[in-house]
Nanobody
Framework: QVQLVESGGGSVQAGGSLRLSCVAS??????MGWFRQAPGKEREYVAA????????YYADWVRGRFTISEGDAKNTVNLQMNSLKPEDTAMYYC??????????????????WGQGTQVAVSS
């Protein structure tokens, strides 16, 4: 069983940046992604990366503000978040699955989930 552990969340002011990291043990899934859930809202897809070719995928609303990448450390995936807005406040979850597909983006083919890391953006 793959364990996913997120880190890097925190509190920042609007316009600031944070980098979230997800460490997978013992290995990365073929597709690794980030989702988020704000209080009272449904979970939503943020970004994903294929670890078998480094193709990246983003939700339309990301609009160049976030970048997903494999980290320098082994079995790590990062989410660099810039130009943060108060509406980005949410619990961010790392997820993994066998492929980056529409089902993955809907959170339907994601057998692996982390516990989440909180991001709070103040205006």
């Amino acid at each position: 069983q793959v364990q996913l552990v997120e880190s890097g969340g925190g509190s920042v002011q609007a316009g600031g940046s944070l980098r979230l990291s997800c460490v997978a043990s013992p290995y990365l899934y073929n597709c690794m992604g980030w989702f988020r859930q704000a209080p009272g809202k449904e979970r939503e897809y943020v970004a994903a990366i294929s670890t078998r070719g480094s193709s990246t995928y983003y939700a339309d609303w990301v609009r160049g503000r976030f970048t997903i990448s494999e980290g320098d450390a082994k079995n790590t995936v990062n989410l660099q978040m810039n130009s943060l807005k108060p509406e980005d406040t949410a619990m961010y979850y790392c997820a993994g699955g066998p492929r980056c597909s529409t089902r993955f983006f809907y959170g339907e083919e994601t057998p692996g989930w982390g516990q989440g890391t909180q991001v709070a953006v103040s205006s």
